[in-house]
């Protein structure tokens, strides 16, 4: 279940209803997501790219939705892979991920938590289960978001940001029916934490049954909404969408809509959305796996770049492994937890 809760969602700050002259954003189309192994074999629910969605809207390059109830031994990560060109933004609800990387970067991720990597110039990196989870088993939600970098940063240092659960921006719609975290960007003026090459705004909504939310949104910026878990609709029009359902918004109007059903059956008893935009890059998108450049020359310069270990190395002790110690929660055999 989301982590980053508000003991009284009465007493938060309100988003502001929007402007009567204001314009809502139409509903343009609503897509199913596929269902897929990713990294060492976990299971993911990808809303784009598929057969059917190649494109979802700049700058935004991939989306998955980890969710898995697993059984002792069962857990998987991601091992050691390379990435250039874009940022990985990994968001936690529930489970333990372990992030390593080449250049330094990493840290445990928790329900609540946000790992924002930049690839930049190009890295190393691995995201494995705590080992706790892989010897237990136990529930794991979170996505994992593919920004791209504008041309001009594509060649900056790696970097990493580690956002906990608590530094999220908190607010509640004006009908003080659902939560809604701000991870990066801003709604309505409530600015999230996450730092950003490429302008995007990235809100995780819980809505009560019945409730609905109106988020003023940036024009120039692309808009989607991803049903984490539940039902309910999107737009002012009420356009139905479901469970593990993309909705990709028309690009013009001065807010976004999303509603609830009137039951919902997730065990946070709310329906979990993703709601997500940005600034188009409008620049030409070479991609290959682990590599997002702007041409096809530079893809094959990547390849080279990693197969000649320009990208770093793997960290002593790192190597080969499918779990990695969780420094703060140390898992011993037996169920005894080391204090």
């Known amino acids: ?100 990387d080449s250049h330094g970067g990493g840290g445990v991720i928790r329900g609540g938590d946000t790992q924002w990597m930049t690839a930049g110039s190009g890295l190393l990196h691995d995201e494995l289960p705590s080992e706790k989870l892989v010897m237990t088993g136990g529930e794991f939600d979170g996505v994992q978001l593919w920004v791209n970098l504008p041309k001009s940063a594509k060649w900056n240092p790696p970097g990493y940001q580690d956002i906990k659960g608590p530094g999220l921006k908190l607010v509640a719609s004006a009908d003080g029916g659902a939560l809604v975290r701000v991870i990066a960007g801003s709604a309505a003026g409530h600015e999230g934490p996450g730092r950003t090459y490429t302008p995007i705004t990235l809100i995780h909504a819980s809505l009560s049954p019945g409730a609905e939310v109106r988020i003023p949104w940036q024009h120039s910026y692309s808009a989607m909404a991803f049903a984490l878990h539940g039902d309910g609709y999107a737009g002012d029009e009420r356009r139905p969408f479901k469970e593990s359902q993309l909705v990709q918004f028309m690009p013009h109007g001065d807010y976004v809509t999303v509603g609830a059903g009137p039951e919902q059956h997730h065990s946070t008893g709310a329906m979990e959305v993703l709601l997500l935009g940005g600034e188009p890059i409008n620049e030409p998108v070479a991609r290959y796996g682990p590599f997002v450049m702007n041409t096809r020359a530079e893809i094959v310069q990547a390849v080279e770049d990693f197969q000649a270990g320009r990208m770093g190395q793997i960290p002593a002790g790192r190597e080969g492994r499918e779990f990695a110690p969780d420094p703060e929660d140390p898992w011993v055999p037996g169920g005894c937890e080391q204090l």
């Open 1 to 100: 279940m989301p982590a980053v809760t508000a003991p009284d969602i009465l007493a938060l700050p309100r988003l502001d209803a929007p402007a009567l002259e204001s314009r809502p954003r139409a509903v343009a189309r609503v897509t199913d997501s596929i269902r897929t192994l990713e990294g060492g074999g976990f299971p993911v629910r990808r809303p784009f790219p598929t057969a059917g969605l190649v494109d979802a809207g700049d700058p935004f390059l991939l989306l998955d939705h980890m969710v898995a109830a697993y059984e002792p031994h069962e857990a998987k990560g991601a091992p050691w892979h390379p990435h250039r060109g874009f940022e990985t933004v990994t968001y936690l609800m529930d489970g333990t991920f372990v992030h390593t």
